[in-house]
């Protein structure tokens, strides 16, 4: 469990400096075709920031109003609520908020900014289909990604992937008024100036695909570390491995889910999501490699 753990991290670590490195190329060739310098970066990132502030904030309400989930009280789902706060106790945490959502469909999210504000949410269909094992693997999975703070590595990737879109956008528009060619032509380079163009071309068209790409890696890699959490937690990787396998067996669609808040649950609600070119855009790794990943422990 302590190597899946520290493999998945620093999994997620590369990612997020290759994200970096990505942003900073893009802003290197932005500030030279323009002259800008190290402000294009600044003028980005504050604009990314500022779109993706407010929605951080209140994101576990506008999930919450999205997914149609009502809090639950201690006297009507006893089992949940225990199982909630025995497992916050064993990692350390505040006890979250519970949210339930009438829905024969069996799954499950986390939101909040952090664990004083966090909130586990579940379906009718969860508690009425898995055994309290499989319901502890579960709550245990969700629980460690509040504990990992998944939210706010989502939320920056967010940041990220605006950055680039923004920095490919004034790189693409730049060279298309013309400003970036003549600045290259005034310094007289020859044939390198047309090479920096049409590397800095590139780089701005393939960038946000690029990008997109690493935000849905590093989901799914996030998945992986929450799989390897929630077992060192309940210390019983067969529980979390049992309930995935009846979770992925389950062909019944979550209705409240849409594409905006499917990258929440423990598994991918749209149960429509077939198909090759679907699964390289998927937010969640194949179910296979999660089972096999908690069959190792």
């Known amino acids: 469990?302590?190597?899946?753990?520290?493999?998945?991290?620093?999994?997620?670590?590369?990612?997020?400096?290759?994200?970096?490195?990505?942003?900073?190329?893009?802003?290197?060739?932005?500030?030279?075709?323009?002259?800008?310098?190290?402000?294009?970066?600044?003028?980005?990132?504050?604009?990314?920031?500022?779109?993706?502030f407010g929605s951080y904030y209140a994101s576990d309400k506008i999930v919450l109003a999205i997914s149609r989930a009502k809090?639950?009280?201690?006297?009507?789902?006893?089992?949940?609520?225990?199982?909630?706060?025995?497992?916050?106790?064993?990692?350390?945490?505040?006890?979250?908020?519970?949210y339930i959502i009438d829905d024969t469909a069996p799954n499950a999210f986390a939101s909040g900014r952090n664990p004083k504000n966090s909130v586990i949410v579940v379906t009718k269909g969860l508690l009425e289909k898995l055994n309290r094992t499989e319901l502890e693997g579960v709550i245990a999975h969700e629980i460690s990604h509040i504990k990992n703070h998944d939210i706010l590595v989502q939320t920056l990737a967010v940041v990220m992937v605006g950055v680039v879109a923004l920095l490919s956008?004034?790189?693409?528009?730049?060279?298309?008024?013309?400003?970036?060619?003549?600045?290259?032509?005034?310094?007289?380079?020859?044939?390198?100036a047309e090479i920096f163009i049409v590397v800095g071309l590139v780089l701005a068209v393939l960038s946000p695909l690029i990008a997109q790409f690493l935000r849905l890696a590093i989901s799914r890699k996030r998945e992986f570390l929450a799989d390897a959490n929630g077992a060192f937690l309940t210390r019983f990787p067969p529980g979390l491995a049992s309930a995935l396998r009846k979770l992925a067996a389950d062909r019944e669609p979550l209705e409240a889910a849409n594409k905006a808040t499917a990258h929440l649950y423990i598994v991918n609600p749209l149960k429509d999501f077939k198909g090759k070119v679907n699964k390289m855009f998927s937010t969640h790794p194949p179910v296979e490699e999660r089972i096999a990943a908690l069959e190792k422990m």
């Open 1 to 52: 469990m302590y190597e899946q753990i520290a493999r998945n991290r620093w999994k997620s670590f590369f990612l997020i400096l290759f994200f970096l490195c990505l942003i900073f190329a893009l802003s290197w060739i932005f500030g030279e075709l323009t002259g800008w310098g190290p402000h294009g970066l600044v003028i980005a990132v504050v604009i990314a920031v500022g779109m993706t």
């Open 71 to 98: 809090p639950v009280k201690k006297e009507d789902y006893p089992y949940l609520y225990n199982v909630v706060e025995g497992l916050a106790i064993a990692a350390g945490l505040p006890k979250p908020r519970c």
């Open 169 to 192: 956008d004034w790189i693409l528009r730049t060279l298309f008024w013309g400003r970036g060619r003549r600045r290259s032509n005034n310094k007289g380079r020859g044939s390198g």
